[in-house]
């Protein structure tokens, strides 16, 4: 009996106030779903709580124009670049990182996490200069070089976190079975903490998907990123609301798909690898 | 864990050096460069000294940005931080609840920012938003772009919005670490609610709260995409955070001086929270 025994949080009333605030969590968002339906005449004429004539048209638009749907090629693309880059670069780090004491090894990890804390904005202008000097301005990778300033700290402590998890005599035993280090690592190590590395994986590919200044400032036409093309649609073609309430719920989608797989790991991977 | 010492670990490290220093090192270099240089166009500059520095330390737009970010980062927290925790203690805690609270509650955190700025810039439209409209249907004067309070309240309930769901999920973490014989033995000493909470699960909790506390408070200071798309720093200035007016300085008006100058002087501000940050982190893994 003794271990059905628990505290019920807060009284029978508890699943309420989840509720609530999921509510309000999705009143915006469902705002947006809505709009995204509507005909731009429905949308500024009358005020309705659902879409009175559904239509795809805003959907059909962003299909059919290059310069919208290049957007999220672009996008998808240096998210890729990016989230590759900086896990295969954290990885021996992290590992570095989590077995061995070396020379400079605690600053190294302040400077890194400095460079998780620093504003884009401050990085905005040299970040231009620097790219425009190699001329790398409105590519791919320079987006996802410049994404790397936040994402490469962020893949070294989430994977050092699952890293540290593993016990040493694995890597021991190995090394006494005659395993070179590089064979070890890819054979042995990293399918024991493959699920670091997916949720590693995802956390760039957020943080990439998420930011705006550096991904605006460093492209111009062919490198534009989703989210920069809809600011421009708001300031320039009279307000195609529609539109733009569709393009929002696209970018949206890619982030709800793979929640769930990352649901239990979210807490730690915003922790950056300490929960 | 024991560790062992080995300079040749730096080897294993060498490719986010190189990386790392390529996007962040090189880059702030050329920040300092310019901060101490005047120019008059043509790639010609001289020697500025301090001009700068002295400049935006003087300057009273620096000083009014500055203060609007400690005053939202210090709203933000005051809000977010006990809302959380309230809402980490009634999430359920086993069965069919616990993924889909989980998932609907990290949605808004995986919504690119500037599409945040845009859902509330719609959501809170007296034309055609849902909020805006209810409230001047009920005969409340909310317009958030010609009302620097209205503004206000809009850009913190957005972060609320946005961010809340941070400091739940990390609090949750902390609380399903607790082990049932905690509560077993809070039972039988019939404990009150307060007290479990004060004396089991606060003290359990302590660290994630650290990392919520630290984390939204250098993510609430360096904010910039969504009040951008919804205010745009405005109505008049009242919601020019520093990352704003820094970003019009430097990419719209091209002061390379003033805008290096600035970065400099944010950019050490941020250093030293770091620092904190760092030192109250790893403190405490060393305390486990």
């Known amino acids: 009996m003794a271990r059905t025994i628990k505290y019920k949080p807060a009284g029978n009333l508890s699943w309420l106030v989840s509720t609530i605030y999921i509510i309000f969590l999705l009143l915006p968002i469902y705002w947006l779903v809505n709009m995204s339906f509507k005909e731009n005449s429905e949308i500024t004429g009358a005020f309705s709580l659902w879409p009175q004539n559904p239509t795809l048209r805003n959907y059909m638009v962003i299909f059919t124009d290059p310069s919208w749907y ?194 239990n790991y979210i807490a730690k991977g915003f922790a950056l690898g300490r929960v | ?20 220093a390529f996007s962040a090192a090189i880059p702030l270099m050329t920040v300092v460069n310019y901060s101490v240089q005047d120019t008059f166009g043509n790639n010609a500059f001289f020697w500025a000294g301090t001009d700068w520095f002295d400049d935006i330390l003087h300057s009273a737009r620096f000083w009014e940005a500055l203060q609007r970010n400690l005053l939202f980062s210090f709203i933000i927290l005051a809000i977010e931080i006990p809302l959380g925790i309230f809402i980490a203690l009634n999430m359920p805690k086993k069965g069919i609840g616990v993924p889909v609270c989980l998932v609907l509650m990290a949605l808004p955190l995986l919504i690119p920012w500037n599409v945040v700025g845009t859902i509330w810039q719609v959501f809170g439209r007296v034309d055609i938003g849902l909020l805006g409209h209810t409230l001047a249907a009920l005969g409340i004067d909310y317009n958030y772009v010609r009302d620097p309070l209205d503004a206000w309240i809009t850009v913190v309930v957005m972060d609320v919005w946005h961010w809340t769901s941070l400091v739940v999920l990390l609090c949750y973490a902390g609380l399903v670490s607790i082990p049932d014989a905690y509560y077993q033995a809070a039972k039988i000493d019939g404990a009150s609610r307060w007290s479990v909470f004060r004396y089991i699960q606060l003290p359990k909790m302590k660290r994630v709260l650290l990392i919520a506390v630290l984390l939204r408070f250098m993510d609430s200071f360096m904010i910039y995409t969504e009040p951008f798309v919804v205010t745009g720093g405005g109505p008049g200035n009242s919601t020019t955070f520093l990352s704003i007016d820094l970003v019009k300085t430097a990419v719209g008006q091209f002061d390379l001086g003033p805008a290096a100058a600035m970065s400099i002087v944010y950019f050490l501000i941020i250093l030293l929270l770091s620092w904190i940050f760092y030192t109250v982190m790893t403190s405490s893994d060393a305390d486990n």
């Open chain 2, 1 to 20: 864990m024991e560790k062992t010492w080995n300079n040749k670990a730096w080897f294993l490290v060498l490719p986010v050096l190189l990386l790392v």
């Open chain 1, 70 to 263: 290049n957007g999220y090629i672009n996008s998808i693309i240096y998210v890729a670049l990016n989230t590759t880059i900086s896990v295969l670069a954290a990885l021996p780090a992290a590992y570095a990182f989590s077995r061995y004491r070396f020379l400079g090894d605690k600053h190294l990890f302040f400077w890194l996490l400095t460079n998780r804390m620093a504003p884009p904005a401050v990085f905005a202008l040299p970040f231009f200069q620097l790219y425009s000097a190699f001329g790398l301005i409105d590519t791919h990778i320079a987006v996802a070089l410049a994404h790397c300033l936040f994402n490469v700290p962020l893949a070294v402590w989430i994977l050092e976190g699952f890293m540290s998890g593993v016990p040493k005599e694995i890597d021991e035993t190995a090394y006494i079975d005659g395993y070179s280090f590089p064979r070890f690592f890819v054979k042995i190590f990293m399918p024991l903490i493959a699920s670091g590395i997916g949720v590693a994986a995802f956390f760039c590919f957020m943080f990439s998907w998420v930011e705006l200044l550096l991904a605006r400032t460093l492209t111009t036409t062919a490198a534009k990123p989703i989210s920069a093309i809809m600011t421009r649609t708001v300031s320039a073609s009279g307000m195609d609301w529609g539109v733009l309430a569709a393009a929002g719920v696209l970018t949206i989608v890619p982030g709800a798909l793979v929640i769930y797989f990352v649901r």
